[in-house]
């Protein structure tokens, strides 16, 4: 781990999207590298800050609703971005939040035709320029029936088989994930119980494959996301470039 910017000193930005959602491993993972943070839940009425020149960067997160709902919330959460690409700050978008960059950036989201998801976990191939960032992990965990198109300009830094747009970098710091590393295992618990209705879909797996996979995978994956954020927050990617 390296040590964070003076810019620590100020918040990171949370943004979640249910009442009980919790920033999980992001959250704990950020606190340890000497980050404060700053909750906040637009769909309860929250407000956005109008600038991030008091936060040291800004994560959104998913959630069970579509980057395409018409809900008002949806809507200025996705207007919102404007600021944070302005202002340069890091940004970070996880599942949903990728989405909600992506379509900011004028890409679509969408399901695929086939109906296909990725619910479990899945492997993960890194492109060139993901290579060139970091290390990557070869399996990674995922919980959505819809993907992104690559908006145009950015870097697709990851891809998989089923939806090939996984990780992306817009600018200088702006970044997109399809895949979920922030779960802990408390929280991975309650999304295969709540969740279970959805492993019917195609391509998703059983809840009894989720909890394995993590025995086996989530230990490169945790290591991977501390390392990820410090590219993300702590400008690691501007030292290595």
Known sequence: MIEAPKSAGRPILIVLHQERSSPGRVGQMLLEKGYDLDIRRPVLGDPLPQTLEAHAGAVVFGGPMSANDPDDFI????????????????????CLGAQLLARHLGAKVKARDDGKTEIGWYALQPTEKGRLLMRWPQMVYHFHREGFELPHGADLLATAETYPNQAYRYGPNAWGLQFHAELTRAMMQRWVVHGEHRFCMPNAQQGREHLEG?????????????????????????MAA
């Open 214 to 238: 993590r025995m086996i995978f989530d230990a490169a994956l945790k290591a991977w996301l501390s390392e990820f954020l410090d590219h993300v927050f702590a400008g690691k990617h501007a």
């Open 75 to 94: 809507k200025t959460e996705t207007d919102w971005l404007k600021i944070p690409l302005k202002e340069n700050r890091p940004y970070l978008g996880i």
